[in-house]
Structures are given as C-alpha cells and as structure tokens.
C-alpha cells in the first residue's frame, strides 16, 4: 500500500534556530514529491523533487531528496515566526493517486 | 487571475439533505481533485479525474460522488450527508497528477 509519513508531528523551536522535517515514502512508481506550506487556509506549494532535481533551495527553505533511501528532507534556517504552519509532504502515485502525509506542526516563538 | 474556486465556504445541513459543493478552475488543469481535512490524519484524496468524463477514487470514496462533465468543473456530491463528514473540505487542480496542486480555499461542512 502506498504511503507518506512525517516526522515529527510537531516541533516547538525559537526564533533562530534551524529545524529539520522528515518524509519518508513508499509509493509504485515514484516520479515526484512536493513539499507544501498551510497556515490557518489552503495549503500553498513550496518545492517539487524529481529524479532529474533531487535538491531545491530558496531563501531561507531548502530540500533534499533521497531515491535509495526514500526520503526528504525539509530544512528552514534562522526561522522566524512567520514560518509556523503545518508542513505537508505529497507523493502522486503511480495509480494516480496523490498522497499527503499528516504533516508536521511548527510552531516559531519569539 | 489563475484560481480554484468553491462554493459555498462554510455550510451547516442536516442528516440525508442533499448537498454539492461546486468546484471551478480557470487554468486549464487537467487533473482535478477532492480532498477532506480532519485534525490528526491530514490531507485525505476522495475522488479524483484525470480528465473529462474520467474519474476515479480516492483513498476516502464512501458517501461522495463527483462528475466531470467540462474541464473547469468538479463538483462534489453528498447525497446522504452524515455528520461524520462533518470536515474541511478542498478541491483542487494541477496540469498532471505529478505536478503541484492549486487549491482552493475550503469549504467548512458541518453536518448535524
């Protein structure tokens, strides 16, 4: 059975400091991954990793992808508060399905 | 402007009352999706089409229906709403099930 968890379910951490979310997969036919941000709405599109772009960057958020092990990596450096939200990781199977995992809470204090 | 609408945003019904929930695009997706959001099990996909007239289930099917008669629409059909789909609600597009997804902006659905 295909599936997506994360890691951890939520994180406190302060202002500053750099945290790491976990996505670890098991889906027919990988083709891609997608690492999306949801504040108090829809969920908003960060980053797609593919087998041809398996590392992407962007300010202060970067991601890596794994193949061999099935997994990726979410890192946000010098966070700030503006950053709480859930973080959600999706992998489209290759029975067309789209898979979310639950996601990770974080949670920025000032 | 490039979007997903939904109507309504916030609905209350009651048991076995009919209901839909409409669903439009503007950006010429071909895969189109919904998906129910309950605290603690995440984004969960209900039903799901890859293009006119194509449509298929997701991981959540039971008690919804969906139709996808032109390829802007995807309306979302509870014929018998029971308060355990009592959820959040969101559709969404992308130009292939491989790509990112553009989402709407929700429907609260509270069934009594």
């Known amino acids: 059975e295909d599936k997506v968890v994360q890691s951890p379910l939520s994180l406190v951490v302060h202002e500053g400091d750099t945290v790491t979310l976990n996505c670890s997969y098991e889906?027919?036919?990988?083709?891609?991954l997608l690492w999306y941000k949801q504040e108090k709405k829809a969920p908003t599109f960060l980053f797609m990793l593919?087998?041809?772009?398996i590392e992407k960057k962007s300010g202060r958020l970067s991601s890596i992808l794994d193949k061999k092990e099935l997994f990726s990596i979410l890192n946000i450096t010098a966070t700030q508060t503006g950053d709480s939200a859930v973080y959600l990781c999706?992998?489209?199977?290759?029975?067309?399905?789209?898979?979310f995992g639950t996601g990770t809470r974080l949670k920025v204090l000032a | 402007e490039a979007q997903v609408t939904q109507n309504p945003r916030y609905l209350i019904t009651v048991t076995g009352k009919k209901l839909t929930v409409t669903c439009s695009q503007n950006?010429?997706?071909?895969?189109m999706s919904w998906y129910r959001q309950d605290p603690g099990l995440g984004l969960r996909q209900i039903y799901y089409?890859?293009?006119?007239?194509?449509?298929d289930k997701g991981d959540v099917p039971e008690g919804y229906k969906v139709s996808r008669k032109e390829k802007r629409n995807f309306p979302l059909i509870l014929e018998s709403p029971s308060p355990n789909q009592t959820s959040l609600y969101f559709c969404?597009?992308?130009?292939?099930?491989?790509?990112?997804?553009?989402f709407g902006p929700g429907t609260r659905l509270t069934v009594t």
């Open positions: 089409s890859m293009n006119v007239e194509v449509t």
């Open positions: 969404a597009s992308s130009p292939g099930v491989y790509y990112e997804q553009y």
């Open positions: 889906v027919t036919n990988f083709r891609s």
């Open positions: 999706a992998v489209p199977s290759g029975t067309y399905k789209y898979i």
């Open positions: 950006m010429n997706h071909e895969y």
């Open positions: 593919t087998s041809s772009g």
